[in-house]
């Protein structure tokens, strides 16, 4: 499934109600880090580390979103989506986390959605996606009990105020990433370096999502509300029972202890004793929280993974392409994880909330001509077309990302946009990409 073709399938063959849109992250792209009133979130301390960022960059300007809002969403109409999922910088609706409110913030998102509807496109809206306010982290960020507070007094305000008018709303962002890359590795923000701290992070995120939870519906009782995961299937890389034993782990570490919370009330018992003492500290009725109903998980997948006890995955070893990120292009992996979501779990809804690439991209006469992205997307959508074909309940897809953007602590080197975007001087570049993608969309193709 790697290599560039034309579909042999069309956006009908999703029915009507099928969901497709593109991503961004409010950090990645609105800039603007110093404008009416925004206070600063852990990124932007973790940008003045060094070395904590490839480049040395920050998310000061990033793509200027702020600034440039309706040129933006013209670009997301042009493409023929349905569909914007975007996340709400909650430093900039409220600069320490709690405290006032800051109106020109949340007239930013005002003008956003207003914008969408005027455009006819769908809003989704992501609560979280990893910008804690500094001054919460300061407290003891995802530690603290009164910052699982502040975040459900956050959540229910964005959705008091817009929550009549988005399609969708969304608690967390990957809550692996925030509590294994940003507490155990240390290589998002904040930088901390502890397993124990890691889990305790993960366990009272999704205390926090299920609290929240409850507040969206007693304040919009029929928003479509869920959580968003980063999955990948996890093979061993060997027949080695070492390397069998450490797939399973591995796959309970990122997949099942997130949706075993979710949808069943608890941990699973072999990464509990896999973690030992640093198992997290769960309170009485704390499962029964976490476990709240929900409409949909989110799911955001890139790529498979594979286990091994010994020398690390050679990830070129399949043959298969590689993106920029060192990533191994495997569609079938895709509609593997939705299917095995579906079976293990009968969720009633999923979505694609993420999927896409980076890749060198070079800009030719004022183009870029990214036909592995176009495939690469191409060939995702074709294997969430077969999940829905085998009876999974997917019922969206959105690619990441619209811009070009700063990539965390790969900074600006990373590229996933299907629009390309002038870091020096913001001219955004529809790429081969986007122009594929309209075409499919509006059956020009």
């Not at 804690?132 to 009990?145: I, M, N, T």
């Not at 105020?161 to 509590?179: M, Q, Y």
Request: proline share 4%; hydrophobic share 40%; glycine share 8%.
């Amino acid at each position: 499934m790697n290599k560039s073709v034309e579909p042999s399938y069309s956006r009908a063959d999703f029915g009507e109600d099928f969901v497709w849109g593109v991503a961004t992250a409010a950090f990645q792209i609105e800039g603007a880090a110093n404008t009416d009133g925004r206070g600063r979130s852990i990124w932007d301390t973790f940008c003045t580390k060094e070395e904590a960022i490839a480049d040395g960059s920050n998310g000061d300007v990033a793509c200027d979103h702020y600034n440039r809002l309706e040129q933006d969403l013209d670009h997301i109409a042009d493409l023929g989506v349905n569909a914007y999922r975007f996340s709400v910088s909650w430093s900039r609706v409220r600069p320490s986390g709690d405290g006032p409110w800051n109106e020109k913030g949340f007239d930013f998102y005002d003008r956003l959605i207003a914008g969408l509807e005027q455009r006819g496109i769908q809003a989704h809206l992501t609560l979280f996606h990893w910008d804690l306010p500094q001054a919460l982290d300061d407290r003891g960020g995802w530690l603290d009990e009164k910052v699982l507070d502040c975040f459900v007094e956050y959540a229910q305000e964005v959705t008091r105020r817009f929550g009549h008018r988005l399609a969708s709303i969304c608690t967390f962002n990957e809550p692996w990433v925030i509590s294994i890359l940003g507490y155990e590795k240390g290589v998002f923000a904040p930088g901390v370096q502890d397993r124990a701290v890691a889990m305790q992070v993960a366990h009272n995120i999704l205390v926090a999502h299920g609290r929240a939870v409850r507040a969206i519906r007693a304040t919009s009782p029929s928003l479509s509300t869920g959580i968003v995961l980063n999955m990948s299937p996890i093979y061993a890389a060997s027949e080695d029972p070492a390397d069998t034993e450490k797939a399973k782990i591995d796959d309970g570490l990122i997949v099942r202890w997130y949706m075993d919370a979710i949808c069943f009330g608890r941990y699973p018992v072999d990464v509990l004793s896999y973690l030992g003492k640093d198992e997290p500290a769960v309170n009485a009725g704390d499962m029964s929280v976490i476990s709240e109903p929900i409409d949909f998980i989110g799911v955001n997948y890139y790529t498979r993974n594979f286990a091994s006890t010994g020398n690390p995955w050679d990830v070129s070893s399949t043959g298969n392409q590689v993106t920029d990120m060192g990533w191994e292009v495997y569609p079938d992996g895709l509609c593997e994880l939705l299917c095995r979501l579906h079976a293990d779990y009968n969720v009633c809804k999923l979505m694609v909330t993420e999927n896409g690439a980076a890749f060198k991209d070079e800009v030719i006469d004022g183009f870029v001509n990214d036909l592995e992205r176009q495939s690469y997307i191409q060939n995702h959508i074709a294997a969430t077309l077969d999940a829905r074909r085998r009876g999974v309940p997917v019922d969206g897809y959105f690619v990441w990302s619209l811009l070009d953007n700063f990539e965390w602590a790969s900074g600006y080197e990373k590229r996933f946009g299907i629009i390309h975007v002038d870091y020096e001087t913001l001219e955004r570049t529809p790429k081969a990409s986007s122009l594929w993608l309209t075409k499919y969309l509006t059956g020009a193709i």
